[in-house]
């Protein structure tokens, strides 16, 4: 009996039996709040899971103050639609936006600039959301270069001067449609449940969000981090476990839950818990050496917070093999 030995000269082994490449979308994408760009610590907390993480892409794309439905607006699971004033394009002009169907850019927290490419009514555009003292904010629209299909350039050029914008127009947001491939990380409801807004909102925003996830789904949902005050034995901290109980059920392996660091995630991270820190722990919240040192800041972590998260994030990705 003669043995045959395969090789892989000339890839003859390669083609007999193929290799199995992995071709996913590598990039992480991380949607949400002020948690998510890292409020209270040196970086966002999508830094310290790339770096967990080689040769894996991230985009953090946060808005301080925001609400679940803006967040699922920019991560594309509900879709913006917009009104211009005039009803149609003015050349290369910036069109105001006479109504949107959610304020998906703004924030009571800051003035800052914030801008987005899309299409609109087959037109490539840019919408801006700006703020001045006295008069308030205000959001744009203005088209921009498609010449020779180059859809990446940010300089003004002349659209169809009478093409009309209807009213509730879809604009489609570029970043949405090009991360829908990413595994995604949720991190949404913090501020919902500041302002006692419905729950339901919440959940809903973030169905729409999987929901818009491109198959096969790769995604995890965060639970609501407990504010300083909401203590075992509070109101405060009987709903959010409540709820978080509720997106648990949902999410099931995909849910990232928001528990006391445990003794062996402390000592992850180089992490010795004082008195006091003991102390939260036990009373159902994340220790104070784990927030920042403004005392007036109720809601964040500091780094060593932010990265008890991001190692729980890595844990999730690695067992559902993301």
């Given amino acids: 009996m003669s043995t045959v030995l395969l090789t892989s000269c000339d890839n003859l082994l390669d083609k007999i039996i193929p290799s199995r490449k992995d071709d996913r979308d590598k990039t992480l994408a991380f949607f949400g709040d002020s948690l998510t760009i890292g409020i209270g610590a040196s970086e966002p907390y999508g830094k ?6 080689p040769g894996r892409p991230v985009v953090t794309d946060g808005i301080n103050g925001q609400i679940a439905l803006s967040i699922a607006i920019r991560q594309g699971g509900v879709p913006l ?17 006479a109504k949107l169907n959610n304020e998906f850019l703004s924030t009571p927290l800051n003035d800052r600039v914030y801008t987005r490419t899309g299409t609109l009514v087959g037109v490539k555009c840019r919408i801006t959301r700006t703020f001045t003292p006295g008069t308030g904010e205000q959001y744009t629209v203005e088209p921009l270069v498609t010449d020779e299909g180059d859809t990446t350039s940010q300089t003004p050029a002349e659209p169809p001067l009478d093409k009309e914008i209807p009213d509730d127009s879809v604009f489609e947001l570029d970043d949405a449609v090009k991360l ?7 991190w949404y409801g913090r501020n919902d449940i500041g302002e ?11 169905k729409s969000s999987v929901d ?10 965060l639970g609501i981090l407990p504010a300083v005050v909401e203590m075992k ?12 109980d509720r997106l648990a059920s949902l999410y099931g392996k995909n849910y990232v839950p928001m528990t006391p660091p445990t003794d062996a995630e402390m000592k992850a991270i180089g992490y010795t818990p004082t008195e006091k820190d003991l102390t939260n722990i036990e009373r159902g919240n994340f220790p104070s ?20 998260i991001a190692n729980r994030i890595v844990r999730k990705i690695k067992d559902l093999k993301y």
Wanted: glycine content about 10%.
């Fill in 81 to 97: 639609t917009i009104s211009v004033a005039g009803g149609k394009f003015d050349g290369s002009q910036p069109l105001r936006v």
């Fill in 196 to 206: 006692s807004k419905p729950e339901e909102g919440i959940l809903a925003a973030i």
């Fill in 233 to 244: 034995g509070t109101d405060g901290y009987n709903k959010v476990m409540a709820f978080n």
């Fill in 212 to 221: 818009y996830i491109a198959e096969p789904r790769r995604y995890l949902v």
């Fill in 48 to 53: 310290w899971v790339g770096d967990a993480l």
């Fill in 180 to 186: 829908r491939t990413a595994t995604q990380i949720l």
């Fill in 289 to 308: 050496g784990m927030r920042p040192a403004n005392p007036t800041d109720e809601i964040h972590l500091n780094n060593y917070g932010y990265q008890i």
